[in-house]
């Protein structure tokens, strides 16, 4: 056999093998991701049966109260979860990553509706809902400054939930939210209904949402 092919033979076994071992590792990698995103997607889909008991046996207390208990109990669930995927994403050669990040997204959003839907049946979630939009394809350093506000007010206020909502994913309900919104620009955020466009410094933030860390 010339030696020359040989040795592109060789060099086509060892990228084979190399390949196997990357996928192997990245399989592993965000194995326990995909676990995390499962687990959410019961819980939830447990919590909306809740209200579809309730719509149709009508309103109870034990109810909202186990609608409650499920809320606390998913609240804390996926806070990095999303921050796990975009590192996967940019050290990962697959397109999986991008899958389970969008599964993420409209699981996030299911959750967010759930919350609405609480606050509407049993008068409030127990949580204060921030929707965050942002950019996916496109690196933003306004939206990376505001990021970073939003997980340190949500590591000092246990009450407050951020969602994260990528405008250009073409992702059906949160077309609807920028509608609903007026959603021009990133970052914008939206607290109670009103909008804020631009980097909402923490101070503010915290004003605004009447958390601090004190009442952590």
Do not use: W
């Not at 076994?13 to 499962?38: I, Q």
């Not at 609807?176 to 933030?205: C, F, M, W």
């Amino acid at each position: 056999m010339n030696k020359y092919f040989k040795a592109i033979l060789m060099t086509a076994v060892l990228m084979a093998l190399g390949f196997a071992a990357v996928n192997m590792y990245d399989d592993t990698r965000y194995k326990g991701v995909l676990e995390k995103l499962e687990s959410e997607s019961v819980d939830v889909e447990a919590a909306q049966q809740l209200l579809f008991y309730e719509s149709v046996y009508g309103s109870t207390g034990q109810v909202c109260a186990a609608i409650q208990r499920s809320v606390e109990l998913q609240v804390q669930k996926n806070i990095g979860l999303l921050g796990e995927l975009e590192a996967a994403k940019k050290q990962t050669l697959f397109s999986s990553v991008e899958t389970a990040k969008k599964k993420f997204i409209v699981q996030n959003l299911q959750f967010f509706l759930l919350l609405e839907k609480a606050r509407g049946e049993c008068g409030s979630s127990g949580v204060l809902a921030i929707l965050y939009f942002y950019p996916d394809k496109y690196y933003c350093e306004d939206c990376a400054v505001q990021a970073a506000a939003l997980d340190t007010l949500v590591k000092d206020c246990q009450e407050v939930r951020v969602f994260a909502l990528p405008t250009d994913l073409e992702v059906p309900v949160i077309e609807v939210l920028k509608e609903r919104h007026s959603i021009q620009n990133t970052p914008s955020i939206v607290i109670d209904g009103k909008k804020y466009e631009g980097i909402v410094p923490p101070a503010e933030l915290r004003q605004i949402t009447g958390c601090s860390a004190a009442g952590k």
